[in-house]
T-cell receptor, first 112, second 112 residues
Framework: DQQVKQNSPSLSVQEGRISILNCDYT??????FLWYKKYPAEGPTFLIS?????DKNEDGRFTVFLNKSAKHLSLHIVPSQPGDSAVYFC???????????FGAGTRLTVKP | DTGVSQDPRHKITKRGQNVTFRCDPI?????LYWYRQTLGQGPEFLTY????????KSRLLSDRFSAERPKGSFSTLEIQRTEQGDSAMYLC??????????FGEGSRLTVL
């Protein structure tokens, strides 16, 4: 069951522009959301998270927005850099829940 | 290096053989997770330990799969009678009681 969905398998942006990655979820019990970044031959690395009590969390060039009514979150990267090229996974869980569900990922390519 | 470590990084085996993967989590993390990732998909939850207790198993974890965490530290994931469909990246992650998962670099299994 796909409880977390990333409908765009790939995204290409120009260096310096904004990258927007989207994620939808179906389980209303989720209250903790995360973005992970993955380079080839490496495990996913944590990027940024947001709890359901917030609608925005910012960390440097990365901002995550949460729209609970729409069950939608997005990751904004601005300005995008070539080193940001990677696969980005959206993940969700209850804050104390046992498992964390992941989307299928979006491959971001930032062109110089 | 105090991150999550996995061994071996890559295992090639023939169909029908048994394989075992090891995961050493971050030492102060009491929760340990196993995920499987196939091409084009996000990590899929397999099982989870809190200390030495295996508290949840996914239906993806067939009878041929067994995981242990005997002393609440390292964990092993064994696959018996491997099938070609078992070919995947097996990811281990750990975390404290709450918060983000910290992933290892994964163990890639190729079943010929």
């Amino acid at each position: 069951d796909q409880q977390v969905k990333q409908n765009s398998p790939s995204l290409s942006v120009q260096e310096g522009r904004i990258s927007i990655l989207n994620c939808d979820y179906t389980n209303s019990m989720f209250d903790y959301f995360l973005w992970y970044k993955k380079y080839p031959a490496e495990g996913p690395t944590f990027l940024i998270s947001i709890s359901s009590i917030k609608d925005k969390n910012e960390d440097g060039r990365f901002t995550v927005f949460l729209n609970k009514s729409a069950k939608h979150l997005s990751l904004h990267i601005v300005p995008s850099q070539p080193g940001d090229s990677a696969v980005y996974f959206c993940a969700a869980s209850g804050y104390n829940n046992n498992d964390m569900r992941f989307g299928a990922g979006t491959r971001l390519t930032v062109k110089p | 290096d105090t991150g999550v470590s996995q061994d071996p990084r890559h295992k090639i085996t023939k169909r029908g053989q048994n394989v075992t993967f090891r995961c050493d989590p971050i030492s102060e993390h009491n929760r340990l997770y196993w995920y499987r990732q196939t091409l084009g998909q996000g990590p899929e939850f397999l099982t989870y330990f809190q200390n030495e207790a295996q508290l949840e198993k996914s239906r993806l974890l067939s009878d041929r799969f067994s995981a242990e965490r005997p002393k609440g530290s390292f964990s092993t994931l064994e696959i018996q009678r491997t099938e070609q469909g078992d070919s995947a990246m097996y990811l281990c992650a750990s975390r404290p009681t709450t918060g983000e998962l910290f992933f290892g670099e994964g163990s890639r299994l190729t079943v010929l």
